[in-house]
């Protein structure tokens, strides 16, 4: 038969969240980097396409 589940206590609630929190922090943190050190041309583990190649194939 079919029996209700305990109540996860609101500790164990708060961790979950602020784990989950914790980790789309640190993914947005990665993010805006990654998109600043494009932008200044110094990304070294990005590849980024620049407007000189596409000019090339077109021709």
């Given at each position: 038969m079919a029996v209700p589940k305990k109540?996860?206590?609101k500790?164990?609630?708060d961790m979950r969240k602020a784990?989950?929190?914790r980790k789309a922090a640190l993914q947005a943190q990665r993010a805006l980097s990654l998109g600043k050190?494009?932008?200044t041309g110094r990304a070294e583990g990005f590849i980024y396409p620049q407007d000189d190649a596409e000019d090339e194939e077109e021709a």
């Amino acid at each position: 038969m079919a029996v209700p589940k305990k109540k996860t206590s609101k500790s164990k609630r708060d961790m979950r969240k602020a784990t989950w929190k914790r980790k789309a922090a640190l993914q947005a943190q990665r993010a805006l980097s990654l998109g600043k050190s494009v932008l200044t041309g110094r990304a070294e583990g990005f590849i980024y396409p620049q407007d000189d190649a596409e000019d090339e194939e077109e021709a």
